[in-house]
């Protein structure tokens, strides 16, 4: 199946900075890649949908300033939360589409803690 | 505005047993269902996936069944093993937009 992997694996930052999880389709285009947010015990939000070379439609809510996303290529898509807060820790999962438009292939997700 | 409501929360089997999860959703406008499988720490796992054309899909010990009138779909877990143990998503998708729409989870427990 494809293959979707995510760096880093999980990330500390402090309050105020901004880090940067990057999302890759390994074996595959990925045409469409999609960011979730999923906090525990809790189901998965979908934050924003991005194609390459456009800009990412965001979710009502999400603010785009500060959850930048760049989806450079057909295998790579990054998300940046800038001016990090201990309210955005949270587990970002991302996901993409090929060919087979209407299967999603899920990242192994990213733990990002905010002290 | 919840469009997909999962059911249970939480389920115990003992092993051997069989697992149902339960959807129900209001807008008739998806075209596929999908059930994902994730276990703690990592990304969801496509499991099975259904279309509204089709009344009940199995793959393995994993059986979709749909209802189209009644707008539900479940999901059934034959000779629940331990491994199975994880949570259970539901989710709706429609084809013109690809978007996700996830159901709460259904953590599932398989007692040995």
């Not at chain 1, 070379?53 to 965001?58: E, L």
């Not at chain 1, 809510?61 to 001016?83: C, Q």
């Not at chain 2, 979709?64 to 539900?72: G, R, V």
Request: charged share 15%.
């Amino acid at each position: 199946g494809a293959v979707v992997s995510q760096h880093p694996s999980w990330v500390i930052c402090k309050s105020g900075t901004s880090v940067k999880i990057e999302c890759r389709s390994l074996d595959f285009q990925a045409t469409t890649m999609f960011w979730y947010r999923q906090f525990p015990k809790q189901s998965l939000m979908l934050m924003a949908t991005s194609n390459e070379g456009s800009k990412a439609t965001y979710e009502q809510g999400v603010e785009k300033d500060k959850f930048l996303i760049n989806h450079a290529s057909l295998t790579l898509s990054t998300l940046t939360v800038t001016s990090a807060h201990p309210e955005d820790s949270s587990f970002y999962i991302c996901s993409a589409t090929g060919l087979a438009v209407y299967e999603q292939y899920f990242g192994p997700g990213t733990r990002l803690t905010v002290t | 505005q919840q469009q997909v409501k999962q059911s249970p929360q939480s389920l115990i089997v003992q092993k051997g047993g069989i697992s149902i999860i339960n959807c129900a959703y209001e807008n008739t406008a998806f075209d596929y269902f999908p059930w994902y499988q994730q276990f703690p720490g990592k990304g969801p796992a496509l499991l099975i996936a259904i279309r509204p054309d089709v009344s009940e899909k199995k793959e393995g010990r994993f059986t979709i069944s749909f209802n189209k009138s009644a707008k539900q779909f479940s999901l059934h877990i034959m000779d629940s093993q331990p491994g199975d143990s994880a949570t259970y998503f539901c989710a709706l998708q429609m084809d013109s937009s690809y978007k996700l729409i996830f159901g709460s989870g259904t953590r599932l427990l398989v007692r040995p």
